[in-house]
């Protein structure tokens, strides 16, 4: 640790090798420090001849460089080995620079203010890029970003307002409104033409899965956060479980709730899915009970049925709806009668770990698991023995599992950011795998025709890929904060600290601390009322809680 007698430091950030730290102070003082012995490199003493409070701070790509923001409205660039400053302050803004972000190739810098613009710089002339800033926010911008391609700009707002720019042109070319809370999953209609994602806000949205565009409002109704959500068969309703815990049954095309809530579970609804005629909802849950209810009536139908016991985590119906799979924390997956509400033989077992993610093939004959062993185990639907090898390459936690609408292929999603396609038939991973979520990716669907996954990851983001070419199509982010955040835990709209994927809550906070709670992705906050900061480096839970005596 590095400590300067009253000098309160506001901004860190990691050269992007991970060798080198910068700092800023609030005496206007930038600070570079070697991030493996903590020594400061002789260049940080020359970068202080600006004198004005430092407002924001990034490297560029190669490491060469270091952008300062100010509360003066300016920006500096200096030379990141020698302290010297890159040309003369950039003035344009009229309001203090909140964010800066670099262009992948370094020759540009994109800067955020409170002034509600976003500008563009060449750093090698030290001029903007585009006459005009780029306007259409209504509030101070409080985050600015470029795509890996370099050809839009991304900004957020408080005004909670996503803005996508064409970099070279700049026009607004997409605009997502959100109310400031991350996607927790994502799922395509069965025509393909739209897809449905839903939010720790509560809400539920659809977009059309060609421009990416919001149809009509937000779907409002339940109580608490929203886990998933599936499109029936036919496309035309949607069932949606949530943390309250209830199912609620919507139209797709209207957005009206249809019927009354089916509400039954004692604890959170982990999984959700229609029969194939749509006439009914399965669910799983923290209680341990899988329960099926009809549609129409909202009613249960049968009772509930135990046999797990721990938490159920995902459920399907089999294509012909004669039975269910369902899976379990206890390492188990079990298959029943929704006639007679039995257990059809015994459990499958064979996973090291609790399951996380289960689903019938197309024909009904296969039954393909996902597991916390990093496998995934492909079964026979009418005998239980295992078909084949393990399926093996990632490198932690498997949380979704699916099949190709042919049968023909698995995808699978992982903890290790990745996305593996796999031939379901002889079990080969068929291409390298899907990469560009920074955080763990918990949810995969294959598109009705096969041809694209749709994946959604804690990185706040969802996104679409190409199968045959491994391209990645389109990317959302869900959230202001996914810009320059990593989330390890969440906190409930009812003061619940939680760590996903895992939605018990292991620490509540009272009303009056939410507000000024140190979360993971602050650096620094400033409030005449202090602040709360919750530590859980030494933290065990659950299963773990045995680590304790170790």
């Not at 990691?14 to 012995?37: H, K, L, M, P, V």
């Not at 070319?173 to 033409?193: C, Q």
């Not at 919001?214 to 929203?226: F, R, S």
């Not at 399907?316 to 039995?342: L, Q």
Request: glycine share 8%; net charge negative; with cysteine.
């Amino acid at each position: 640790m590095r400590v300067f007698p009253e000098e309160w430091v506001d901004f860190v950030t990691f050269s992007s090798d991970g060798t080198r730290i910068g700092s800023a102070s609030e005496q206007g003082t930038i600070r570079i420090w070697d991030a493996t012995t903590g020594a400061q490199l002789a260049a940080g003493d020359l970068l202080k001849a600006h004198g004005s409070l430092v407002t924001s701070l990034a490297f560029s790509p190669d490491g060469t460089m270091i952008a300062s923001g100010f509360v003066d409205n300016t920006i500096q660039i200096w030379d990141a080995t020698t302290g010297a400053r890159v040309g003369d302050p950039l003035h344009g803004h009229n309001g203090v620079i909140t964010s800066l972000t670099f262009s992948p190739d370094g020759t540009r810098v994109a800067s955020a203010s409170r002034d509600r613009t976003v500008r563009i710089w060449d750093v090698t002339i030290g001029a903007q890029v585009l006459e005009d800033p780029l306007q259409g926010h209504d509030y101070p911008v409080r985050s600015v970003t470029l795509p890996s391609d370099g050809t839009k700009v991304a900004s957020g707002s408080n005004d909670t307002v996503m803005g996508i720019w064409q970099d070279t042109a700049g026009a607004q070319v997409e605009n997502f409104l959100w109310s400031h809370n991350e996607v927790v999953s994502v799922t395509f209609s069965p025509d393909g033409m739209k897809f449905v994602s839903v939010s720790n806000d509560s809400t539920i949205r659809i977009w059309d899965a060609t421009t990416c565009s919001q149809i009509g409002d937000p779907l409002e109704g339940h109580n608490d956060t929203v886990r998933l959500v599936v499109f029936s068969p036919d496309g035309t309703k949607l069932a949606s479980a949530s943390n309250d815990p209830i199912i609620r049954i919507w139209d797709a095309t209207t957005g009206a709730q249809v019927g009354d809530p089916l509400n039954g579970h004692d604890n959170f609804i982990r999984s959700v899915g229609f029969s194939p005629d749509g006439t009914r909802v399965v669910s799983g849950s923290y209680d341990h009970t899988i329960r099926i209810w009809d549609v129409t009536t909202g009613a249960q139908v049968g009772n509930p049925l135990w046999g797990h016991n721990s938490t159920v985590t995902s459920v399907g119906f089999s294509p012909d709806g004669t039975r269910v799979a369902s899976a379990s924390h206890d390492k188990s997956i079990k298959i029943w009668d929704t006639t007679t509400d039995v257990q059809i033989g015994d459990p499958l077992k064979g996973h090291e770990d609790a399951v996380c993610s289960v689903a019938f093939s197309p024909d009904g004959t296969r039954v393909a698991s996902a597991s916390y062993d990093e496998t995934i185990r492909i079964w026979d639907a009418t005998t239980g023995a295992q078909v084949g090898d393990l399926l093996k390459g990632h490198n932690s936690v498997i949380y979704s599992v699916a099949f190709s609408p042919d049968g023909s292929k698995l995808a699978s999603a992982s903890y290790d950011r990745t996305i593996r396609i796999w031939d379901a038939i002889t079990g080969v991973q068929l291409r390298d795998p899907f990469q560009g979520h920074e955080d763990a990716v918990c949810s995969v669907a294959f598109s009705p025709n096969g041809t694209r996954v749709a994946s959604q990851s804690y990185d706040n983001t969802f996104r679409i890929w190409d199968i045959t070419t491994g391209d990645q199509e389109t990317t959302l982010e869900t959230t202001l904060e996914a810009l320059n955040s990593h989330n390890s835990w969440k906190m409930s709209s009812d003061g619940w600290i939680y760590f996903p994927p895992c939605p018990d809550g292991i620490v509540w906070i009272p009303p009056q601390y939410r507000r000024n709670l140190w979360r993971p992705q602050n650096t620094c906050i400033i409030s005449r009322d202090g602040y709360t900061k919750l530590d859980f480096d030494s933290c065990v839970y659950g299963e773990n809680w045995a680590q304790c005596y170790q």
